[in-house]
T-cell receptor
């Protein structure tokens, strides 16, 4: 079955530490996205990529970094510069920008 | 920035009743999409309506779009307890320019009581 796999499901970060969230898709989609969701809130776009080796900042990119070296993979690094990283992180992909998005089941990041 | 805003924020109904959720937005759009999210899970795409369409159906779902009022509604008929979830609208901005992304609203939490 095609889909998006996010790992780990739960992640804990210590102060001053960078952590990387994994996102892999086997849907052959060109576009991939990272969103942040805070309790009771909607999704806010962190970064998106329309094609391999290219990515764009979203609304809340500060303190985050991404890479897109392979079509299937779009990892997100939460750096120590992100002062309030506790949130639910969702990865998504779509055939093209503005098309329906397929989502993974998220990674919940907490601070130790 | 959040363009789509859902109303109401929370809705509680009895099984078998219809549920209506509304979404308002501010700027021109290419299409509008509705998603569902079960607690602790990712979003699932339900239906897409293009800016030149007024109504669309999918099973028990009916979506309307009024571009003059910049609003959309999602109707779930004959609701079931399994429909309990958060529902989000997402606006897809014009293809040109910087709005090459979906903008999600804050969602409506629907509870269907058995």
């Amino acid at each position: 079955d095609g889909g998006i796999t996010q790992s780990p499901k739960y992640l804990f970060r210590k102060e001053g530490q960078n952590v990387t969230l994994s996102c892999e898709q086997n849907l052959n989609h060109d576009a991939m996205y990272w969103y942040r969701q805070d309790p009771g809130q909607g999704l806010r776009l962190i970064y998106y990529s329309q094609i391999v080796n290219d990515f764009q900042k979203g609304d809340i990119a500060e303190g985050y970094s991404v890479s897109r070296e392979k079509k299937e993979s779009f990892p997100l690094t939460v750096t120590s510069a992100q002062k309030n990283p506790t949130a639910f992180y969702l990865c998504a992909s779509s055939i093209e920008v503005l098309s329906p998005q397929h989502f993974g089941d998220g990674t919940r990041l907490s601070i130790l | 920035s959040q363009q789509g805003e859902e109303d109401p924020q929370a809705l509680s109904i009895q099984e078998g009743e219809n549920a209506t959720m509304n979404c308002s937005y501010k700027t021109s759009i290419n299409n509008l999409q509705w998603y569902r999210q079960n607690s602790g899970r990712g979003l699932v795409h339900l239906i897409l309506i293009r800016s030149n369409e007024r109504e669309k159906h999918s099973g028990r779902l009916r979506v309307t779009l009024d571009t003059s009022k910049k609003s959309s509604s999602l109707l779930i008929t004959a609701s079931r307890a399994a429909d309990t979830a958060s529902y989000f609208c997402a606006t897809a901005g014009p293809v040109t320019g910087s709005a090459r992304q979906l903008t999600f609203g804050s969602g409506t939490q629907l509870t269907v009581l058995p």
